[in-house]
């Protein structure tokens, strides 16, 4: 059975950081990735990284969001540096196998005051 799970989430001060992390067990997945969603509004990607760890980014978060991977551990992170008001949502983890099935975890809320 596949499990996704992502932490790290919370409030944070415009111009702050945070580092979301996200344990995907059950499987072997060629991408995971980050993407979030903001009530009303349609989920859109923030950032993809490949077992191999080729990545890509939104432009919205290019240079201020880093993923990262540690294969060993199914695990991802997503370093988020010059956090924006913009840049408040549920932020939900995708792990995609090597058939193309696609998990999702249950969300991360980020929060970001100006």
């Known amino acids: 059975q596949v499990h996704v799970v992502e932490s790290g989430g919370g409030l944070v001060q415009a111009g702050g950081s945070l580092k979301l992390s996200c344990a995907a067990s059950?499987?072997?997945?060629?991408?995971m990735g980050w993407y979030r969603q903001v009530p009303g509004e349609q989920r859109e990607l923030v950032a993809t990284v490949t077992r191999g760890g080729s990545t890509n980014y939104a432009d919205s978060v290019k240079g201020r969001f880093t993923i990262s991977r540690d294969n060993a551990k199914n695990t991802i992170y997503l370093q988020m540096n010059s956090l924006k008001p913009e840049d408040t949502a549920v932020y939900y983890c995708?792990?995609?196998?090597?058939?193309?099935?696609?998990?999702w975890g249950q969300g991360t809320q980020v929060t970001v005051s100006s």
């Open positions: 059950g499987n072997i997945f060629s991408i």
């Open positions: 995708l792990s995609v196998n090597g058939l193309g099935f696609t998990y």
